[in-house]
């Protein structure tokens, strides 16, 4: 899978192996399955970005945005067990 953020029309939008995807984001690091799961009864598919390395604001910026662990190591390099 390849997967970048474009500019198309002047908007950035998510390319998934040269698919465009419109936008349609919510700010949650920590997602709720229930949500996930409504949002795509609804239609949309969502597609989460894991940060890697890079902690929130809160408590001091001790805690990852990811509650999963960091899943992209590196170019072609993705840690897909973090997610089990």
Same mark, same amino acid.
């Given at each position: 899978?390849? +997967?970048?953020?474009?500019?198309?029309?002047?908007?950035s939008?998510?390319? =998934?192996? #040269?698919?465009?995807? +419109?936008?349609? &984001?919510?700010? %949650? !690091?920590?997602? /709720?399955?229930? @949500?996930? $799961?409504?949002?795509? %009864?609804?239609? !949309?598919?969502?597609?989460?970005?894991?940060? $890697? #390395?890079?902690?929130? &604001?809160? +408590?001091?910026?001790? =805690?990852?945005? $990811?509650?999963?662990?960091? @899943?992209? &190591?590196?170019? #072609? =390099?993705?840690r897909? /067990?973090?997610?089990?």
């Amino acid at each position: 899978m390849q +997967a970048k953020v474009t500019v198309q029309n002047g908007f950035s939008c998510l390319s =998934i192996n #040269g698919v465009h995807l +419109a936008p349609v &984001a919510f700010r %949650s !690091f920590r997602p /709720d399955p229930d @949500v996930i $799961s409504d949002f795509y %009864s609804h239609g !949309f598919s969502l597609h989460n970005v894991f940060p $890697s #390395g890079i902690n929130c &604001a809160l +408590a001091n910026r001790t =805690i990852p945005y $990811s509650q999963f662990g960091e @899943v992209w &190591a590196g170019e #072609g =390099i993705y840690r897909w /067990d973090r997610l089990k």
